[in-house]
């Protein structure tokens, strides 16, 4: 298995952490991917958040690192997690058979 740099390094972990900061799912620069049996857990749990957080969390991770106007506002976070909230929820109405009305989301929606 070869890392980039030994995870006890201070020199490479500064330079990847701090100095050059690299997303590891970032889509122009691939040379800083997960390595499959050493990072495990983000390989498992990428693929199964929707598209809209993949998003969030690339920008933030690759233009919001330098440029702060390109950051994602915690507004933003929070509308995209009451989105999820609301998908399960519905998600959870409709497998028990219990339709919730139009009044009932447009109450949730518009609290997000």
């Known amino acids: 298995m070869d ?6 390094d201070r020199d490479g972990s500064h330079r990847l952490c701090i100095d050059d900061p690299l997303f590891i799912f970032g889509p122009d620069n691939p040379s800083n ?5 050493v990072h495990e857990i983000a390989i498992n749990f990428w693929p199964i958040y929707p598209k809209s957080l993949h998003d969030l969390f ?3 991770f690759t233009r919001g690192l330098r440029d702060p106007e390109a950051r994602v506002m ?3 976070w929070r509308k995209e997690m009451c989105r999820r909230y609301l998908t399960a929820a519905r998600s959870e109405f409709r497998s028990r058979e ?5 009044l009932q989301i447009s109450i949730s929606e518009k609290n997000c």
Do not use: C, E, I, M
Not at 3 to 8: A, C, I, K, N, T
Not at 33 to 37: A, E, K, S
């Open 3 to 8: 890392l980039s740099f030994d995870g006890v």
């Open 33 to 37: 991917r997960p390595v499959p049996g």
């Open 58 to 60: 690339t920008q933030v």
């Open 74 to 76: 915690d507004n933003d």
């Open 98 to 102: 219990s339709k919730p009305t139009t």
